[in-house]
């Protein structure tokens, strides 16, 4: 990257208006103007999974091994994707408009957080929410603690609570 030199360029049907990495950077993730999500190998360029659930996808989220991927819509819906099988695991569902999604170190757990005020937590494999955490304003931003111990929430209410999976 120090020589600004372009290592890769890749070719996409419908402009991108989202991309992110995984923790481990060796993929990323684009979502399409059409909504189309499509995860790639990062050192080759190579396609390694498309997904569209027909929704109107607003932001994506790889897990650290990017073997999972959330996205979100602007509906308060949230899905939870495995992507060498392009298999939606479930629904996540909030209230209203979520605002922020978070995998924990070691993608066992992943958060979310609302504008409903409220910040949940679901087992990553099968989308079974483990954890309510209310607030009495909008949850606007959330992330586990490095060792996936505790999770923080903000908020404007100024309350962090923390979750402690067992």
Same mark, same amino acid.
């Given at each position: 990257? *120090?020589?600004?030199?372009?290592?890769?360029?890749?070719?996409?049907?419908?402009? %991108?208006?989202?991309?992110?990495?995984?923790?481990?950077?060796?993929?990323?993730?684009?979502?399409?103007?059409?909504?189309?999500?499509?995860?790639?190998?990062? *050192?080759?360029?190579?396609? %390694?999974?498309?997904?569209?659930?027909?929704?109107?996808?607003?932001?994506?989220?790889?897990?650290?091994?990017?073997?999972?991927?959330?996205?979100?819509?602007?509906?308060?819906?949230?899905?939870?994707?495995?992507?060498?099988?392009?298999?939606?695991?479930?629904?996540?569902?909030?209230?209203?408009?979520?605002?922020?999604?978070?995998?924990?170190?070691?993608?066992?757990?992943?958060?979310?957080? *609302?504008?409903?005020?409220?910040?949940? %937590?679901?087992?990553?494999?099968?989308?079974?929410?483990?954890?309510?955490?209310?607030?009495?304003?909008?949850?606007?931003?959330?992330?586990? *603690?490095?060792?996936?111990?505790?999770?923080?929430?903000?908020?404007?209410?100024?309350?962090?609570?923390?979750?402690?999976?067992?």
């Amino acid at each position: 990257m *120090s020589s600004g030199r372009q290592l890769l360029r890749l070719f996409v049907e419908a402009g %991108v208006k989202y991309v992110v990495f995984s923790q481990d950077a060796r993929c990323f993730a684009t979502v399409g103007t059409d909504s189309t999500v499509c995860v790639w190998e990062t *050192s080759s360029g190579r396609q %390694v999974a498309r997904l569209f659930n027909g929704s109107n996808v607003k932001s994506v989220m790889l897990s650290r091994d990017a073997r999972y991927l959330v996205t979100t819509s602007g509906e308060g819906i949230a899905w939870a994707w495995e992507v060498v099988t392009n298999r939606a695991i479930g629904r996540l569902a909030h209230e209203g408009l979520i605002r922020a999604v978070t995998f924990s170190s070691d993608d066992r757990y992943l958060a979310t957080a *609302s504008v409903d005020s409220t910040a949940r %937590v679901w087992e990553t494999m099968s989308a079974r929410q483990v954890a309510r955490l209310n607030h009495e304003r909008s949850v606007s931003a959330l992330a586990f *603690s490095p060792d996936g111990y505790y999770l923080a929430t903000a908020s404007d209410d100024c309350y962090v609570p923390k979750f402690r999976p067992n």
